[in-house]
């Protein structure tokens, strides 16, 4: 009995050190650098875990910072490759007995502040953090995420995509000439949004879209998940096309139904100009004024 108690004690100092020790190598990381914007063709940014935030600038510099915990000494860093500026930001390596645990928190974020003025392309990798991006601007902006939850709210560009493999979407206030949106799994929300072409691929998840700007077309495909869709304004020419297994309700004003089946519904406002296309295989779809 004594020996199973002083190797049980043995043990617990042993864990004790080594557990001291794990915490030890997680370090405070801080680095802070600007670019002058004009420089910039394209702002790339690779992330494994950290999160990442895009906020407007009140200065014509891309102010860069990442703030955070990690055991590697330089965990994120900056560097200007020709025309891009590369964002990079690795997880710490796991070794040893206790490499595989946590203890504590670790990661942190960064942060990137945009002028007003806008940039040129923007394009963001990530394996596994939220990101956020408000009030900026760019031509391009191109998100590939693989998991994680993404918030957009007040960006301006000419083209959005955003493909994701596991996370919610959250677009607010947003503009768009094109907005292309592929979700694997997780739900897309989209409120107050103006685009001339708006595409949503959803795997699996609800897909909301609220008080949208009629465009030229809008399309919504889902394979497993509701389709709620809201106009700012009543559309005035419109072409609808809607399909589902489930329950269809169509209450726009001035629809004249060519088509009314229980899962198939079709019909035209005014000259029909526009088109709205919604699909869903197994989810209810439900369009208002």
Known sequence: MKKILVASVVLVVVGGIAFSTYKADAKSFKKNKSY??????TLKVYTDSWD???????????????????????????QKDGEDLVIEQKAQKSSGFLGGFTFGKQGGTIYINVPESGMNNIEITNKDGNIQMSKISADNIVVENNSGDEKIKGVSTNTGKFVSRDGSLSVENSSFEELDITSTSGDNYMKDIESSKVKVTSKDGAVSIRDITEGESLAVNTIAGDIGLSYKKAPTSLTVFAKSNSDITLNLDGLKKSNDDVKLKKGEIGEGANMLTLSSEDGAINVAN
């Open 36 to 41: 002058n914007v004009e420089n910039i063709e």
């Open 52 to 78: 990442v935030q895009f906020k407007k600038s009140n200065s014509n510099e891309v102010a860069i910072s990442a703030e955070g915990k990690q055991k590697d000494k330089a965990p994120v860093t900056f």
